[in-house]
């Protein structure tokens, strides 16, 4: 499956993430400037990283060049990527404006697109066009990815039973709908409840990405939080 490069770098991103910047002379001289550097201001897919004022780089950060650049975000498995450079900015904050690659986006996709994080809220159940009409079902979530969810309720699913899904995880994101297989179900209730795995299908590439960044939100939220205590 390709992966989508076409989301707004904030839904990995954010002001103030550290990163390790390296800027290299031009070819044959081995010597590199390396330092330490953080997210100043962002946009759909553009960085401000600032530098700092021991260093004067203006002459060196040529629009068109390249600087590697390396995420600190407290999750292991990130590697260098080589950012343009977009132009040198003096005024109030001395840093420069970067792109980075497509390949960042698509080598995050392609490593936490169905990462589960642990994470409660209600879902609403129903079943889908077609099918018998019923009364929606409410159950709560355990964990979620960007391919499916696991959730607990009082209800016995049937394998492959197709599901529609309502559920808000975040106030940040809008309502997700989604169509869902059963994968697994419980056939006897636990003290919690029946739980139920279910995959998601038919899903649509941005539904898919916006549930790929909350569960990358997430996990920055946690590993801030342990570092924290």
């Known amino acids: 499956m390709t992966q989508s490069v076409n989301l707004a770098l904030t839904e990995f991103l954010e002001v103030n993430n550290c990163l390790n910047a390296t800027l290299r002379f031009s070819a044959g001289n081995e010597k590199s400037i390396g330092f330490k550097s953080y997210i100043k ?9 600032d530098i700092p004022d021991s260093l004067d780089l203006e002459s060196l950060l040529v629009p068109g060049e390249f600087i590697s650049v390396e995420f600190r975000l407290g999750i292991d498995g990130l590697p260098p990527f080589n950012a343009m450079i977009e132009r040198y900015q003096k005024d109030g904050i001395q840093g420069c404006w970067i792109q980075l690659p497509p390949e960042f986006k698509a080598h995050f996709l392609k490593r936490r697109r169905h990462i589960r994080i642990n994470l409660k809220f209600q ?10 009409a019923s009364p929606p079902i409410y159950a709560e979530s355990i964990n979620l990815s960007g391919g499916g969810i696991r959730f607990k309720s009082s209800h016995t699913f049937k394998p492959n039973e197709r ?14 709908k989604m169509e869902g297989k059963v994968i697994a179900c419980q056939s006897v209730p636990s003290k919690s409840g029946i739980i139920t795995s279910v995959q ?3 899903i649509q590439r941005m539904d898919e990405d916006k549930l790929v960044g909350l569960c990358f939100r997430k996990e920055l939220e946690k590993s801030k939080h342990l570092k924290q205590e």
Request: charged share 20%; net charge negative.
């Open 123 to 132: 879902i609403k159940i129903s079943m889908p066009v077609g099918q018998k």
């Open 200 to 202: 998601f299908v038919n």
């Open 41 to 49: 201001d962002l946009t759909d897919y553009h960085l401000l990283i």
């Open 163 to 176: 599901l529609i899904l309502e559920f808000q995880p975040d106030q940040r994101y809008p309502l997700f």
